[in-house]
């Protein structure tokens, strides 16, 4: 079993997010409170309610508001972004992204839409589209504009999911018969969040110098928020992602041919349409 969460878990955390730490410019988590809060070892129990929740269907849409900040030498950047993301075990995903500061109309919209091995980038306004690899993607930091959750969802394979599944409804609690040694970098702690209190299991890579948390509503197990924070330590910059959780359709009532890119009449294939990350 431990090799099971491990491959859940590591892979999903590491996978893409090693990819892209080297390229990414860093954000600043979200404000923490003025104490910082009890760190413990983490509720295995919980998390097992959590992974199964979160992954109990092979295909998800979510809907999400995303703030981004760069910290380097005194600058600080946010970059202001909403996402619907439909995605499925099997590598697929459309993200509808729109670049939009909290009470200001958008400044850009985009699509994008991946086959599993190649991305399509269109932007409506310049009647504009693009294709790339599904590593060339993965390697920009406009990638986590997916939504961390949706990557984290993506990452985890469909027979994977089958077996985590299959591993909950035998023994509901057997996250909590893991070694220690397989958990030493997983810690859990209580923090409030805009008034209600939420679990967050935080995660550290010190190796390379990143850390995730994950914030789950401890009544039902459903993933409220997402945050991931990497330190460049060459150059020291900082980079961060905190993404909240406003919608999650576990069933979405979707063709499969929304993962096909179809350009729009009238629109032209360009070389490389880069995500512009000041939304301009």
């Known amino acids: 079993m431990s090799k099971l969460l491990l491959r859940i878990v590591a892979t999903a955390l590491i996978g893409w997010a090693s990819t892209a730490q080297a390229q990414v410019p860093p954000i600043s988590p979200s404000p923490l409170p003025p104490q910082q809060p009890a760190v413990t070892a983490p509720d295995l129990t919980l998390l097992g309610k959590a992974l199964g929740d979160f992954l109990q269907t092979n295909r998800v849409a979510t809907q999400?508001?995303?703030?981004?900040?760069?910290?380097?030498?005194?600058?600080?950047?946010?970059?202001?972004?909403?996402?619907?993301?439909?995605?499925?075990?099997?590598?697929?995903?459309?993200?509808?992204?729109?670049?939009?500061r909290p009470g200001q109309p958008p400044t850009a919209t985009y699509t994008i839409v991946s086959d599993r091995q190649r991305v399509w980038i269109y932007r409506p306004d310049r009647r504009q589209y693009s294709q790339t690899t599904i590593a060339k993607f993965q390697a920009q930091p406009y990638s986590y504009l997916v939504g961390i959750s949706?990557?984290?969802f993506l990452t985890v394979t469909e027979p994977t999911r089958k077996e985590l599944n299959a591993a909950l409804a035998?023994?509901?609690?057997?996250?909590?018969a893991l070694p220690e040694r397989d958990i030493q970098d997983l810690q859990g702690s209580k923090r409030q969040v805009e008034g209600q209190e939420l679990y967050v299991y935080s995660y550290t890579n010190k190796l390379e110098n990143?850390?995730?948390?994950?914030?789950v509503q401890?009544?039902?197990?459903?993933l409220k928020q997402v945050e991931f924070t990497g330190i460049d330590a060459k150059d020291g910059w900082t980079f961060s992602l905190t993404e909240k959780i406003l919608d999650r359709n576990p069933r979405p009532n979707v063709n499969s041919s929304i993962f096909k890119f179809l350009p729009p009449k009238g629109t032209k294939k360009v070389q490389s349409l880069s995500?512009?990350?000041?939304?301009?």
């Open 150 to 152: 949706s990557i984290f």
């Open 170 to 176: 035998s023994s509901p609690n057997f996250l909590a």
């Open 275 to 280: 995500i512009d990350l000041t939304g301009l």
């Open 210 to 215: 990143w850390t995730f948390n994950g914030f």
């Open 64 to 100: 999400s508001q995303l703030v981004m900040t760069i910290q380097d030498k005194g600058v600080d950047v946010k970059i202001y972004a909403q996402t619907k993301t439909i995605a499925q075990t099997s590598g697929e995903f459309r993200s509808e992204l729109t670049f939009a």
């Open 218 to 222: 401890p009544q039902t197990g459903i």
